[in-house]
């Protein structure tokens, strides 16, 4: 089904391809060879993969429809990519692969201002359009680390959560309409403004979380929300899990459903991020837990002192033990980069295995205990740090660095932390996705006849399976 051109006849064939690519779209839309920089080879996951045939970077969506309708006549794989921020492996090509890179499609469509809604090129980088948002009295909710490279695309295709869930959902909540190119190249235009719409069947669910295995997003309508024009922050160190779990939904009651974002760190994570990551501390390293609770809206001034009551009441009962609140929008951000030090985290403990798990979030305290104790009792030699969106029952952990055993102990940490995930009721990918990394574990999380459905959906819009094959599913 899929061709690949590792054999003399699939030469012949990935010529006539070229050929046709070329001749469709220009010399210049077309990178082949050395022209490929190693870039386009992987992404954040560090998955390996092989070295696709050719890298088409269309500039409008009648090039990429042109080029999936050569593709598909081809029968010939096709690899989405985005910013490759990806931590699921979904982007990395597959060996002889064509490559098709959005990132000549950036740019902000329109602001609809009666419509609160921005239309966006898929390629748009999403810090672009917060800030296009920002520009036009307007907020952009989703955001994540990973801000100023990954693109609206790659967001969509990997329903993309985040540091604001809590509060606005994933990026699934903010997609209202959906412009995508089939597998065969036909252009289905689901360009919708409106947050009502029950005309059948949502059918740009198809593409949102589906890493690409559907089609190709070339723009997007998203939801745009009033602006806040500040945000009231602390950092709290708490004692345990559950009195984390009290603050939160003593804040949320508290502060009338304003909770933007409730991020917990456990101690190790913090401990690493104030002394490798060089990150400033606002409180000392060694409490057992540290939630980032922001509280977003448009009057900061007046809403201090509810949110500092909130605090007060989790100081008084025991399950504060001190707290830092933000006096600046400095503060703020120098609390937020405690959050955000992920990505230089992932450098420091290379190589590792990033989980992106979730839970009911009365199991998330039983969850890291039990990890814990595989790395003390299995693995004492490697570091295990925990964090999450915690008040979306999302918790994630970087492990390493790992030794250089061939994956052996990758595979192994993997199958127990994975096992206790399945025991419980939790999810294998809170928000990165399937990709590579987690096809083995998908049925963890979904049950045989929905693994059924998502292959029979996959067959009816890409019957020669040449959409991203070999992720999510294997083929
Ligand atoms: C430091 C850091 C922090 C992060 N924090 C978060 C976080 O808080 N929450 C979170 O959810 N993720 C997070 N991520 C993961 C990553 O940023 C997201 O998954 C992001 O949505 C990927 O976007 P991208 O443009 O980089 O996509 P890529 O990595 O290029 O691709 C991801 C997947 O989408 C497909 N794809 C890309 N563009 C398109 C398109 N236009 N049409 C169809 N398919 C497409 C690809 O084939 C691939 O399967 C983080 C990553 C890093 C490095």
């Known amino acids: 089904m899929n061709s690949y051109a590792s054999t003399a006849t699939d030469t012949a064939q990935a010529t006539t391809l070229l050929n046709a690519l070329k001749a469709s779209l220009g010399t210049d839309e077309v990178l082949t060879g050395e022209q490929i920089s190693d870039k386009y080879l992987q992404d954040w996951s560090g998955e390996k993969g092989g070295k696709p045939l050719a890298v088409v970077r269309p500039r409008s969506t009648d090039e990429i429809s042109r080029t999936m309708a050569v593709c598909h006549a081809h029968h010939w794989p096709v690899v989405p990519q985005g910013g490759l921020t990806g931590l699921a492996g979904g982007a990395v090509p597959n060996q002889g692969a064509v490559v098709v890179s959005l990132e000549r499609m950036s740019g ?79 252009v289905l235009s689901m360009m919708n403004k409106m947050v009502k719409n029950n005309a059948g069947p949502d059918l740009k669910g198809l593409f949102i979380g589906t890493e690409g295995t559907m089609g190709i997003v070339s723009k997007a309508v998203m939801r745009l929300h009033p602006q806040v024009t500040g945000a009231n922050t602390a950092l709290v160190a708490v004692a345990d899990f559950d009195a984390a779990v009290k603050l939160l939904r003593h804040a949320q009651q508290r502060l009338s459903g304003h909770v933007s974002a409730f991020e917990v760190m456990w101690a190790d994570y913090y401990k690493s991020a104030t002394t490798d990551g060089g990150i400033r501390a606002p409180l000392p390293a060694g409490y057992p837990l540290y939630v980032l609770l922001d509280m977003q809206g448009s009057a900061p001034e007046e809403n201090a002192e509810r949110f500092e009551s909130v605090l007060e009441h989790a100081l008084a009962e025991g399950w504060a033990l001190d707290a830092a609140i933000a006096q600046s929008h400095s503060d703020a951000e120098s609390f ?99 990709g590579i990394h987690k096809k083995p574990y998908l049925g963890h999380s979904r049950s045989d006849a929905e693994i059924a459905l998502i292959r029979a959906m996959k067959r009816a819009i890409d019957p020669h399976n040449i959409m991203n094959p070999g992720k999510i599913l294997s083929d």
């Open 108 to 186: 902000i469509e329109e602001i609809d201002t009666a419509s609160a809604t921005i239309t966006v090129l898929a390629g748009t980088p999403l810090q672009t359009i917060q800030e296009a948002a920002q520009a036009a009295g307007f907020f952009f909710a989703l955001d994540l680390g990973a801000r100023g490279s990954c693109q609206i695309g790659g967001n969509i295709a990997t329903n993309a959560g985040g540091n604001r869930v809590i509060r606005y959902g994933m990026a699934r909540d903010l997609v209202l309409g959906l412009e995508v190119i089939l597998p065969d190249g036909t």
């Open 336 to 434: 937020w980069a405690l959050r955000d030090s992920i990505g230089e985290m992932l450098k420091t403990y290379a190589p590792t295995i990033n989980f992106d798990v979730s839970f009911p979030i009365s199991n998330i305290g039983i969850c890291v205990d039990r990890m814990r104790k595989v790395m003390s009792e299995q693995f004492p030699d490697i570091h295990a740090m925990f964090f999450g969106h915690v008040g979306d029952g999302n918790v994630h952990i970087v492990v390493g660095p790992l030794p250089d055993d061939g994956r052996k102990t990758e595979h192994a940490i993997e199958d127990a932390y994975y096992a206790i995930t399945k025991e419980l009721g939790g999810s294998v990918s809170a928000e990165h996705g399937i």
